[in-house]
């Protein structure tokens, strides 16, 4: 969707490196959610933020919130195979649908 | 063990056949969606359901049906009107959290082909 923009489109990171992936929206976010995907898979809930300057971790994945820029980053830390995946955004402009960023693909080398 | 589960992992259609995707949950979520995912593209809302008997069009209805006659289950039928079905489809649930917004949960999909 042109509304939600993520950024990059994909990534090749060295095993241990850290990483961020921004979703950038052009239109007032009433909450942000993030989600992994595995290929061919359906997606597994990450966290979901709401407030402005709102931080939320799990395990080494940190997301933020940034209310002024309607822009949330996702980051890794010290990556592992296990992160590789599509990192998908979904906003929620306030009506009871989401609507998605086209998602970054994460390579994770060993 | 509570989930959802959609059926079958991989579906074949042939030229001017309708076909169905099933989707089942036993969370006990009143709201239930279907997406369709392209290469390259977000997911896109083809329709959803806030309760029993009643469900919306969402940005890509056209072409496909559903139903909700029961709180487990939101199939989905692809129609012969439906040119470009080739994709993969998820469904999803939601149930509000304890901040008071929804969270969808996703099924594992099904990847349709046409023959």
């Known amino acids: 969707s042109q509304e939600l923009e993520q950024s990059p489109q994909s990534l090749i990171v060295q095993e241990g490196k850290n990483l961020t992936i921004n979703c950038t929206s052009s239109?007032?976010?009433?909450?942000l959610y993030w989600y992994k995907q595995k290929y061919g898979e359906g997606l597994i809930f990450l966290m979901m933020l709401q407030k402005g300057g709102e931080e939320k971790s799990h395990e080494k994945i940190t997301a933020k919130l940034d209310e002024k820029k309607q822009q949330s980053s996702l980051h890794i830390t010290a990556s592992q195979p296990s992160h590789a995946g599509i990192y998908l955004c979904?906003?929620?402009?306030?009506?009871?649908?989401?609507?998605f960023g086209a998602g970054t693909i994460l390579r994770v080398k060993s | 063990d509570g989930g959802i589960t959609q059926s079958p992992k991989y579906l074949f259609r042939k030229e001017g056949q309708n076909v169905t995707l099933s989707c089942e949950q036993n969370l006990n979520h009143d709201a239930m969606y279907w997406y369709r995912q392209d290469p390259g593209q977000g997911l896109r809302l083809i329709y959803y359901s806030q309760i029993v008997n009643d469900f919306q069009k969402g940005d890509i209805a056209e072409g496909y049906s559903v139903s909700r006659e029961k709180k487990e289950s939101f199939p989905l039928t692809v129609t012969s009107a439906q040119k470009n079905p080739t994709a993969f489809y998820l469904c999803a649930s939601s149930i509000v959290g304890r901040e008071g917004k929804e969270t969808q949960y996703f099924g594992p999909g099904t990847r349709l082909l046409v023959l």
């Open positions: 239109k007032t976010l009433y909450g």
């Open positions: 979904g906003a929620d402009y306030g009506g009871n649908k989401l609507v």
